[in-house]
Structures are given as C-alpha cells and as structure tokens.
C-alpha cells in the first residue's frame, strides 16, 4: 500500500534545529516531485519546501532556514529545520507536490513545537 510515514518531529526552544524524514513507498518516488506541507491549528495547510531532482522552491517564510533534501534509493525525503521559530510549530506533512498526484491521501505528520 503506498503512503507516507513522517518522523523526527519533537519540542524545541527557539533557535532549535530539527530533521525530518519522510518514507514514501509510492513506485514512482524517483520521479515525483515532492514536498513537506505544514499545518498549525486553525490554519490551513501550506506548502513549506518543494523538490524535484533538478531544484528546490521553498515558502519565503522558511527560506535560508530549511533545507529540503531527498534520496531515491531509500524513497525517502528529508526536511533540515535550523533557526526554529515559535511560528513554525505546526504538524508536518510530506506528499508528491502538487499534493495527491499519487492518490494516496496524507500520512499521520509529525508534530514539530518550537518554544519561546
């Protein structure tokens, strides 16, 4: 069954970094282009970082702060967060950007809080 299992969310002080890591067992993950999307209580889902296997995009919010990565050969797809701002606590998610291009859904997330 293709779907998305996310990790290395966890409470973090301001100033804090974090890694995110995100499974994919979709077949065409080498050829997707993916993204990790966040959503904090009562907001809707955004878009944070996106990545083919040619670039990068990111949200200006997070840019020169995170650092999308991915790796074919293990499906999986990372996301490096330095400088934690409490405005980034959020759960966050990974999916093929744009979302649902392998109609599979979302995955649980992982919540990342970022304390003042």
């Known amino acids: 069954q293709v779907q998305f299992v996310e990790s290395g969310g966890g409470l973090v002080q301001a100033g804090g970094s974090l890694r995110l890591s995100c499974a994919a067992s979709g077949s065409l993950f080498s050829i997707s282009v993916m993204g990790w999307y966040r959503q904090a209580p009562g907001k809707q889902r955004e878009l944070v970082a996106g990545?083919?296997?040619?670039?990068?995009n990111y949200a200006d919010s997070v840019k020169g702060r995170f650092t999308i990565s991915r790796d074919n050969a293990k499906k999986t797809v990372y996301l490096q967060m330095n400088s934690l701002k409490p405005e980034d606590t959020a759960v966050y998610y990974c999916?093929?950007?744009?979302?649902?291009?392998w109609g599979v859904g979302w995955g649980q997330g992982t919540q990342v809080t970022v304390s003042s």
């Open positions: 990545a083919s296997n040619l670039r990068t």
């Open positions: 999916n093929t950007n744009p979302p649902n291009q």
